[in-house]
């Protein structure tokens, strides 16, 4: 069974440029994360999807980063423009929780994440 | 903003010794996580220990939880060289399926 895959996973840009990254989560999970994670830090929820619906962005900065999952599948993070601090990784998580009906194992499965340096 | 504190930050150890880290969290939760991140990879869910559990095992790893002072151990016997990674610990709240990570706790096991 293919993981988590997110693209790409190098992206070197100069600031006040837009960026996006992708991801696919495990076939059937319909929950999905992203997290950002800088230098030597733990992971930073920034948007959390049940299907389609994003139940969690209250730690997106909207002035600039935007997120989509249409069709309750694969998910794009944008981040226009790009400034020297989003200079991190950005990972994404799937799981198979299903919040509405208490029904999950609470595990996360993380892809391998994608490197965004700024210049 | 960051729900636990794993302590130490760092611990370096010979193969074969025990390793123990902590995690600290502040407020009360479902369940507490424990994920190993090797470097330059994603994270990979090691345990998950439930609110109303004390301790589990799984292989090398044990792991205790004591909500009383809001606080988990991992515990990884007999360590290898592979077991060198990032360990963090996640809580995720009373009814929620948010989870919020520590800060990591950074091993290295020495051949």
């Known amino acids: 069974e293919a993981g988590v895959v997110q693209s790409p996973r190098y992206k070197i840009i100069e600031k006040k440029q837009p960026v996006a990254f992708w991801c696919n989560p495990i076939?059937?999970?319909?929950?999905l994360y992203w997290y950002l994670q800088n230098l030597g830090q733990g992971p930073e929820l920034l948007i959390r999807y049940e299907n389609e619906e994003a139940v969690d962005d209250s730690q997106l900065p909207k002035d600039r980063f935007s997120a989509e999952r249409l069709k309750g599948v694969d998910s794009t993070l944008k981040i226009q423009p790009a400034e020297l601090g989003d200079s991190a990784v950005y990972l994404c998580a799937s799981s198979l929780d299903r919040p509405r009906t208490g029904v999950g194992t609470g595990e996360l499965f993380f892809g391998e994440g994608s490197r965004l340096t700024v210049l | 903003s960051q729900q636990g504190e794993e302590d130490p930050q760092a611990l370096s150890i010979q193969e074969g010794e025990n390793a123990t880290m902590n995690c600290s969290y502040k407020t009360s939760i479902n369940n507490l996580q424990w994920y190993r991140q090797n470097s330059g990879r994603g994270l990979v869910h090691l345990i998950l220990i439930r609110s109303n559990e004390r301790e589990k095992h799984s292989g090398r790893l044990r792991v205790t939880l004591d909500t009383s002072k809001k606080s988990s151990s991992l515990l990884i016997t007999a360590s290898r060289a592979a077991d060198t990674a990032s360990y963090f610990c996640a809580t995720s709240r009373g009814g929620t399926y948010k989870y919020i990570f520590g800060t990591g706790t950074r091993l290295k096991v020495l051949a």
């Open positions: 076939s059937g999970h319909n929950t």
